[in-house]
């Protein structure tokens, strides 16, 4: 029970009875819906995020990505004439092709994946920025498959939740499976843990590493079209500082960042909890510019204590 | 005896660093072979080379008298050829289990490729028996962390896991380095049963007296070449020695008495 997604977890529900506590509306449906329709946005980024981070790689192209993915898709679209599906289509292209781009630099040149993927944001987001001229698009608000599929809602009794919280919840349960029992993940951990080792055992590392950072540019572009969709409009700067929000989600949920331990439930405990500080600190009445301190402030607390658990679960071996 | 392993004319260099020059050796089935020289002799990369961490610039490898070309880990795996390297070879994030089984798990629905679960019964299973043939699973849980365990201990799960694949041909560099006289004791004990299960050992050690202790064969390597090859039988310590760091020790000797 020292494991650290359980202490998360634990601080989850502690967080979460606060805030109620604090504000009766915390709980409403209306609050918990809201909640839910952010969530999965960059949820569905942390998954990735979390297996990458096991590999011992990480990605700070994701935030840009997402913004890129949609206005992309909406250019082909408006301006060029081309089928919804189509144009899809070669968003999905491309974030396979930004993702192989940040994993084989980092594989097979050896440059570190901070150094690859941080030149890689400010491409991608300068991209986004020059082809907008910087100016949003209208995205794709006529009713359809698409729209349906990635951001269709529904209602549950009081609750209103959107369809991206079913990929949410598949992608983490595909994601759970992979991670635990699934050959790959062995390798994934093996591969964060120590490279070397496994590539003595015949480990395709390398392989590996490029296909998780081209799931998690996928990912971060899936995640951008489903905000895109949402709330009908792709802009340049969408996904702005979210590579760090979700390295947070992933690290606060115990995922180590130097690679070989990760956690898809942590994850996904890190989301939620992440998700409800920014709600809760609204509603219990801090200030709008002092958000950060607060959110900053949490999230160092949860990794020292990870960290002090790490510690005495050494102790005691 | 039959040839298990030949190596002939292999060359290596790292940019102008000829860490391999015209390496040449063989290896018979049920033979310990140490393999000598001082640090930066070329050692580690002559068996990386055949353990295919990385492709060697030139020269042939012969397996059990077939040419063979080793160009990834797996493929020395396939031939037969199991390799415990000096930096340590274990993933210490992983259970003793997943580690002994590493790179070729035991997997339900194989057709799902890498996605394939793994058959977690099968695996703890024959990692215990794997750990009780060993005798070490009095001390060790199959799902213990290897983070867990001491140098010794990992040192063991390596062997272990080198001699379940029953490779003909066993490689361990340095292997009792870092470790106490009871593991190290340990460590020359499975040497011994390697052999005395048909396997071949190279072993590459800086300790003498294990190589006497062990050993049927030494070679000697000296900047990436190879100056020697005897029997055990044929030589004693100072000659050794005197192979290894390239001076006449034993005449030393003679002139000072
Ligand atoms: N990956 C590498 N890159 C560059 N030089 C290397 C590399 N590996 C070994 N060398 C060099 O090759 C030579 C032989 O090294 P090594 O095989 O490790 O020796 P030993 O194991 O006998 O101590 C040394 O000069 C070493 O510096
Ligand atoms: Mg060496």
Redesign the pocket.
């Known amino acids: 029970m020292r494991s650290p997604q359980f202490s998360s977890f634990v601080i989850l529900i502690v967080l979460l009875v606060v805030f109620a506590v604090a504000d009766g509306n915390f709980l409403s449906p209306l609050n918990i819906s809201n909640m839910m329709a952010f969530l999965p946005e960059l949820g569905i980024i942390a998954l990735g995020m979390t297996l990458l981070l096991t590999a011992g790689e990480f990605d700070l192209s994701v935030g840009a990505v997402f913004g890129l993915a949609p206005v992309v898709v909406m250019l082909l679209v408006q301006n060029a004439g081309v089928d919804i599906g189509v144009a899809l289509l070669a968003g999905l292209l491309l974030c396979i092709a930004i993702g192989a781009i940040n994993g084989v630099i980092v594989t097979k040149i050896g440059i570190s994946s901070f150094l690859v993927t941080l030149s890689m944001l400010l491409i991608v987001r300068g991209a986004a920025l020059y082809i907008t001229q910087g100016f949003p698009l209208k995205s794709w608000d006529q009713p359809g498959f698409f729209v349906t599929l990635l951001a269709g809602s529904f209602n549950v009794g009081a609750f209103r939740f959107y369809t991206s919280l079913w990929w949410f919840i598949g992608l983490s349960l595909f994601a759970v499976y992979v991670l635990r029992y699934a050959k790959l993940g062995n390798w994934i951990s093996a591969i964060g843990s120590n490279r070397n080792a496994a590539v003595a055992r015949g480990v395709p590392a390398d392989a590996v590493k490029v296909w998780l950072f081209i799931l998690t540019s996928v990912l971060a572009g899936l995640a951008g079209m489903i905000s895109a969709f949402r709330i009908s409009a792709a802009s340049p700067v969408a996904g702005t500082g979210y590579e760090l929000e979700v390295i947070a989600m992933v690290v606060v949920g115990g995922t180590a960042l130097t690679g070989g331990r990760g956690t898809i439930l942590g994850t996904i405990v890190g989301a939620l909890m992440l998700r409800a500080i920014r709600n809760g600190i609204v509603l219990v009445g801090v200030p709008g510019l002092a958000y950060n301190i607060f959110v900053g402030v949490i999230i160092l607390a949860m990794l020292i204590l990870h960290a002090l658990l790490q510690k005495s679960a050494a102790r005691s071996w | 005896m039959q040839e298990v392993l030949r190596l002939q004319n292999l060359q290596k260099s790292?940019?102008s660093?000829r860490?391999l020059k015209n390496a040449s050796l063989t290896l018979r089935e049920g033979e310990v072979v140490a393999l000598l020289?001082?640090?930066?002799?070329?050692?580690?990369?002559?068996i990386k080379a055949i353990s295919g961490v990385f492709p060697i610039d030139r020269g042939d490898i012969y397996v059990r008298g077939e040419k063979v070309s080793i160009r990834t880990t797996r493929e020395a795996m396939d031939l037969g050829i199991e390799t415990i390297h000096?930096d340590t070879s274990l993933a210490p994030d992983l259970s003793i289990a997943r580690n002994l089984f590493l790179g070729r798990e035991p997997v339900n629905l194989k057709w799902l490729g890498v996605f394939a679960p793994l058959d977690l019964a099968k695996l703890r299973d024959a990692a215990s028996a794997l750990l009780k043939r060993v005798g070490i699973s009095k001390k060790l849980d199959a799902d213990a962390l290897v983070s867990t365990l001491s140098g010794g201990e990992r040192q063991s799960i390596a062997i272990s896991r080198a001699m379940q694949f029953a490779a003909k041909v066993i490689i361990l560099?340095e292997p009792t380095n870092n470790l106490g006289v009871e593991e190290t004791h340990g460590v020359l004990r499975f040497v011994k049963e390697m052999r005395a299960a048909g396997h071949s050992v190279l072993l590459?050690t800086h300790n003498i007296h294990h190589v006497f202790e062990v050993a049927d064969r030494i070679i000697v390597?000296r900047r990436?070449e190879i100056v020697a090859e005897q029997t055990v039988a044929d030589t004693d310590l100072l000659s050794v020695e005197s192979l290894i760091t390239g001076a006449d020790l034993s005449a030393l000797m003679k002139r000072a008495q």
């Open positions: 790292f940019g660093v860490a020289g001082d640090n930066g002799a070329g050692k580690s990369t002559l000096q560099d590459i390597m990436g």
